[in-house]
């Protein structure tokens, strides 16, 4: 009975990754099919459309079951590559929308991008995870 339990307090668990596909889902939900539903919700649906960006970097942290040299890894590589590309944006992207207009659009897109990456790879082993895990962000 010991030796079952010492094992099974070794084994990884498996990646929980449910939450993440609601939260995707919920987003992409409410930026796109909201405001064609109800066009006087559109403030709403941007605002709770950004608000899941934060909803899934919180499953990532406590919620995700991963390593967490992959949980503030990934975090990491979210922050940066965001920044990395917020460097390179044309003036009328960067300005436009008062400075917000890539955050707005490349929020929900990373997001989608890092549910499809934890959705194909979750069963590969730590080395391709993390070189996928860096383009499926920077695809995004």
Do not use: D
Not at 11 to 39: G, N
Not at 63 to 71: A, G, I, L, P, Y
Not at 122 to 131: H, N, Q, V, Y
């Amino acid at each position: 009975m010991s030796n079952t339990i010492h094992n099974s307090y070794h084994t990884p668990q498996s990646l929980r990754f449910w939450p993440a596909l609601v939260i995707v889902f919920l987003q992409w939900f409410l930026r796109w099919v909201l405001p064609a539903i109800y066009p006087e919700g559109l403030l709403v649906a941007m605002v709770g459309s950004l608000a899941c960006g934060p909803l899934l970097l919180i499953w990532w942290l406590f919620f995700s079951r991963v390593r967490w040299s992959e949980r503030i890894g990934g975090m990491l590589l979210v922050i940066g590559i965001m920044w990395l590309v917020s460097m390179f944006l044309h003036e009328s992207i960067g300005t436009s929308m008062m400075g917000m207009m890539y955050g707005m659009f490349a929020i929900p897109t990373v997001c989608l991008a890092f549910v499809l990456w934890v959705t194909f790879i979750r069963s590969k082993s730590l080395e391709p995870r993390w070189a996928s895990m860096a383009l499926a962000i920077f695809v995004g």
